[in-house]
């Protein structure tokens, strides 16, 4: 092969090993980038203000999507329900028990996370360390996750099979997913796909033009 000819293999290679970040907009893949600057480095701090706040971050999906509705659902469409004083009132309390302890173990997990990560930002943790470290952040996520399911439990003994029936069907259709996101989504890969064909198609123009003109 002559020179020439291994200078334009080159110039390929070159041109398709960039396309992906150059189709992109990006150059290297750095899935930690900006992370060492986190408070905490295992939690963003959306994350933190969430166990903070208290709320639910899917650890009762298990209940809400098997027919076990929450307390705080409930109470949002509580009119569309037909929630009557009493049985409002029981789920509004369940609530309330809810809330309050997921706001303590949240804070509590937040602080663990933290100690966790002192332990290796200090360079002196140990196996036995580590070990009574995550025992004591599992025990507490386990108990944060209990508390938020049993609020399901609660409610769902409070409410009338026809209420649950009915709330049921009002989660399908917030759930739905909507064509158009759908759509976009399929329209983007499908731009992406043909970018790199086009690209493809040029890198091959360009090769056979300089063998006619060789």
């Known amino acids: 092969m002559s020179a020439g000819a291994l ?7 070159l041109l398709f090993g960039a396309a992906p970040g150059f189709l992109e907009g990006q150059e290297v893949d ?32 298990p209940a809400e999507l098997n027919d076990h509705p929450g307390p705080k659902h409930v109470l949002e469409p509580a009119a569309d329900l037909e929630l009557s004083a009493e049985p409002g009132a029981a789920v509004q309390a369940a609530y ?17 996370e933290r100690r966790l990560d002192a332990l290796f930002a200090g360079g002196a943790v140990t196996s036995e360390a580590l070990r009574a470290a995550l025992d ?9 996750r209990f508390v938020h399911l049993a609020a399901h439990l609660e409610t769902q003994r409070v409410l009338i099979p026809e209420q649950v029936e009915r709330y049921g069907r009002l989660g399908a ?3 739905a997913p909507t064509r158009t996101t759908t759509t976009a989504t399929t329209a983007t890969a ?25």
């Open 30 to 61: 750095q899935p930690y980038a900006g992370l060492q600057e986190r408070e905490i480095k295992s939690l963003s701090r959306e994350q933190i203000e969430r166990y903070r706040a208290g709320e639910g971050m899917g650890l009762a999906l």
């Open 136 to 144: 004591e952040l599992g025990r507490l996520q386990a108990e944060l």
């Open 7 to 13: 200078t334009r293999v080159a110039l390929i290679s």
């Open 173 to 175: 259709t917030a759930r």
């Open 96 to 112: 309330d028990a809810m809330h309050a302890e997921a706001v303590r173990l949240g804070e509590a997990v937040v602080d663990r």
């Open 190 to 214: 499908i731009a992406r796909t043909s970018g790199t064909a086009r690209w493809s198609r040029e890198c091959a123009g360009v090769g056979d033009e300089r063998r006619r003109g060789a």
